[in-house]
């Protein structure tokens, strides 16, 4: 299978777990729902293994629904935008960058904050107490190059356009659309790290109005998948979801991270996926936790393999 297309450089993206998350998607799904899409890694990988017919894809933080909307609706002139706004950025690109973050918040264009996130430091995005974004330049880089980001707007445009809708509504205004036949997978803002407001969120959410909603959805028989909570080590990170939901926690290794290796720690991340008894119901094969593989060790002097 080819490389998944993806425009938006996000952190905590779940980009990199999406082919394990994949693994607990049904057959026959008629429209995959993320109200919680950021940069919509789940939808996007989804699309391109045709495991749903269509895809609703929300986020609270309207710059970023729109701009999700412009690159599938638009690929053309959103690609166009991104190059003109790269390319003016070579005689002063630091101040360049300062100028453009002023830019959108003062007018929220979602063509200026595809900039903005594939320049800013590590794809981290930052807002102030006034909901501002405020995060600084990447100083050792450019950002994704015209070409490139033009072939991955190309992409998720092929995979999405004329099979998704797009809002930018409150989670649960998003819920009461599911139906039975659907999947709805939930991303919501890290709990475990940020409480109900962080920096890098556009919005948070509660922990007990978030589980009121499952159990609301749970009443309806609406399959759903949560990512919710983890821990990195020893230490656990955010509430776990409460037994009364009746859900199938599954721990997926996410790989060392990059916090702990900073500090010469070996310690590996591991985040939680939630099933609901919906879901599991449909699933073919048991859900289990899922383990990086391990790297294969070679003793010294072994014979190379030989392949046919």
Known sequence: MKSIPHPIQYQGSKRNLASVILQYVPKDVNCLIEPFSGSAAISIAVAARQMAK???????????????????????????????????QHSNSIEHYYRV???????QDPRLFLYLLARCVKGSVRYNSDGMFNQSPDKRRYGTQPKTMRANI??????????TEFLSLDYRDILVKAKTTDLVYMDPPYQGVCGERDSRYFSGIYHGDFVSALEELNSREIPYIVSYDGRR???????????????????????RSSQATLLGRDEVTYESLYLSYALTNKLTHKPTDYR?????????FEPAAHYV
């Open 101 to 107: 973050r002023e830019d959108f918040n003062r007018t």
């Open 233 to 255: 080590g020893d230490k656990t990170f955010g509430e776990l979801l409460p037994a009364s939901l009746d859900l199938t926690r599954v721990e997926l290794e996410a790989g």
């Open 154 to 163: 190309f992409g998720v445009s092929a995979l999405l356009k004329k099979k």
């Open 54 to 88: 269509s895809y609703l894809i929300n986020d609270l933080n309207k710059p970023l629904a729109e701009l999700l909307r412009l690159i599938v609706e638009f690929p053309i002139e959103t690609a166009s935008f991104y190059e003109a706004v790269w390319n003016e």
């Open 292 to 300: 990086l593989p391990k790297p294969q060790q070679y003793a010294l």
